[in-house]
């Protein structure tokens, strides 16, 4: 098994050097059953990181350099040097790594042997117990990584999801990653940020692909030398990319046009069912009769925008998915001229426009969404061949 530690440099000449020596001399060779190879990725440091690297190739067989004339950023630099482990060195862990001490050289052995174990993606968290963050940090800087960086992003990415509570510090930059199945399936090639943000879109991917995530403890230190990658811009840059990973994932965007449906159908229901109350319509016609042209209207929509992935088709199918969506939405159609009885009894017809969106947000929609993607539009399982 090969793992490529990939370590983004610029201006990293006071560090780089001893961190390659350390790495080679101390840390690898207490692994057992893995070939460690460093891959530097330096956007032609002013300062000549690159050089320094370049001479250290000499003694080492196993460190290799990506060059670049520009300055991409760390996100930039990641995914470069993510492409080059797979496609070069044909990596089967790939590890992100500080080259300024910040991050312990001896957790690596530890996030390996969390890969033996069966783990897919492991995270040095500085949030768990034996983790921690430099006593000499301000609070401001406390704040931003604990609260700011970890509880909002996690919050924005993950909540109510069991990821919220598994992963603790989100931006961490300590993370092993197996590549096969995981990191050959991400999209590197369209990253909402090239800067900090990177790190939550790596995590959220890797999550997405159903990664089996461990965490261990990182006590992260002092940068010794160098400049820090961390820029006034950092913290909006990590809530840009966690606002737009949540937004555009898919389960979002089909949650907000279900939403989108069940407000028209909310719509035609008080609509119809203020008309039929003038009309006088007994209590059951009024909320029955109301009930089903909003049925009606969010099978239409639904089908034709919510779940166009799995449109229903053809006049067989539509007619016979039809039939079958009233009879899964009796549930809430029973519940709506159930708790609208009731309410007419006890607190009288008047209240009807204050009753029903309170019955559809509170129980209609939520019974409706586990129908429709449970009978309904079911994703078909693939065929096996």
């Known amino acids: 098994m090969k793992a490529v530690i990939v370590i983004p440099t ?36 002013p300062d000549g990181t690159y050089k320094i690297v370049a001479e250290k190739q000499k003694k080492y067989q196993d460190l ?80 931003l ?31 092993a990653s ?33 990664a089996k995530v461990k965490e261990i403890p990182l006590r992260f230190s002092l940068r010794e030398t160098g400049e820090s990658k961390i820029s006034p811009q950092t913290p909006k840059d990590i809530l ?21 449906v069940g407000f028209a159908g909310y719509l035609v229901n008080a609509l119809t069912l203020l008309l039929f109350t003038r009309l006088n319509f007994p209590s059951w016609g009024a909320w029955g009769l109301s009930t089903e042209l909003a049925i009606i209207n969010n099978f239409i929509f639904n089908n034709i925008w919510t779940f166009r992935d799995q449109q229903i088709k053809g006049v067989r199918g539509l007619v016979s998915k039809f039939l079958q969506f009233n009879l899964t939405s009796t549930g809430g ?24 969106p309170l019955t559809v947000v509170f129980l209609v929609l939520p019974y409706n969404y586990l129908m429709y993607t449970l009978v309904i539009w079911r994703k078909k399982a693939p065929s096996q061949k």
């Not at 492409?83 to 910040?102: G, S």
């Not at 159609?333 to 009807?352: A, E, F, N, P």
């Open 333 to 356: 159609l029973l519940i709506q001229v159930g708790v609208g009885m009731v309410t007419d009894y006890l607190i009288g017809s008047q209240y009807r426009q204050i009753v029903l």
């Open 145 to 175: 990584s604990k609260f700011g960086g970890g509880f909002v992003a996690r919050i924005i990415l993950f909540f109510p999801w069991k990821s919220f509570f598994q992963i603790t510090d989100p931006t961490t930059g300590l993370k």
């Open 10 to 45: 610029y201006n990293e000449a006071n560090s780089i050097g001893k961190m390659i020596d350390y790495l080679f001399e101390k840390v690898f060779p207490s692994v057992k059953g893995w070939t460690c190879q460093i891959l530097v990725v330096d956007d032609t440091s």
């Open 64 to 143: 290799f350099l990506s060059l670049s004339k520009e300055k991409s950023g760390i996100g930039g630099g990641y995914v470069r040097g993510f492409k080059y482990a797979m496609d070069e060195l044909h990596a089967d862990v790939i590890i992100e790594f500080d080259a300024d001490f910040q991050h312990p050289p001896e957790d690596i052995p530890v996030m390996l042997a969390e890969i033996d174990k069966g783990a897919d993606y492991v995270l040095g968290s500085r949030n768990i117990p034996g983790g921690s963050v430099p006593k000499s940090w301000n609070f401001t800087r406390v704040f």
């Open 240 to 260: 840009r990319s966690a606002i737009l990973l949540r937004w555009f994932d898919p389960f979002t965007q089909k949650i907000m046009k279900f939403g989108t």
């Open 178 to 210: 197996r590549v096969k199945g995981f990191v050959d399936h991400m999209d590197l090639d369209h990253l909402y940020s090239r800067q900090f943000g990177y790190k939550l879109e790596f995590l959220y991917q890797m999550v997405k692909l159903k």
